[in-house]
């Protein structure tokens, strides 16, 4: 992007859900349920919604720094950082994922290690 910043909001459609259990459950609309999905796509689904989640409780203010929001959510610091770097996907790229339509090498831990931040260049390694 060029010129003055620019801010792009991408919108989730998920609801979490906590049952009897106290495990959170995520649901999506009737329009978006994958009907394909298979375990490590679901895994994928859920850390690229959390990321959202996080990154919006972020640009809210409920949380200044990343180190706050890892305590409150008892998770380490590492961790949330690079679960947080999924929001700059590419937004066709999240879609494919939230509609299970991903390709085979995209998988989390494969999009845990740097990738470009460039979305024509996401586009072609994924």
């Not at 049952?19 to 394909?36: D, E, F, Q, V, Y």
């Not at 990154?55 to 180190?67: K, L, V």
């Amino acid at each position: 992007m060029t010129g003055a910043a620019q801010m792009l909001t991408v919108r989730v459609p998920l609801v979490v859900r906590k049952p009897r259990g106290g495990r959170k459950l995520m649901i999506a609309p009737a329009s978006t349920t994958n009907r394909g999905a298979s375990a490590g796509d679901t895994t994928l689904m859920k850390a690229v919604a959390r990321a959202f989640r996080w990154r919006r409780m972020m640009e809210a203010g409920r949380f200044a720094t990343i180190n706050e929001l890892a305590a409150a959510e008892k998770i380490n610091s590492s961790y949330v950082s690079r679960l947080l770097r999924l929001t700059l996907l590419a937004p066709g790229l999240v879609e494919a994922i939230l509609d299970g339509r991903q390709s085979e090498g995209m998988t989390l831990p494969g999009l845990m290690e740097p990738f470009p931040v460039e979305w024509e260049q996401q586009r072609r390694r994924f």
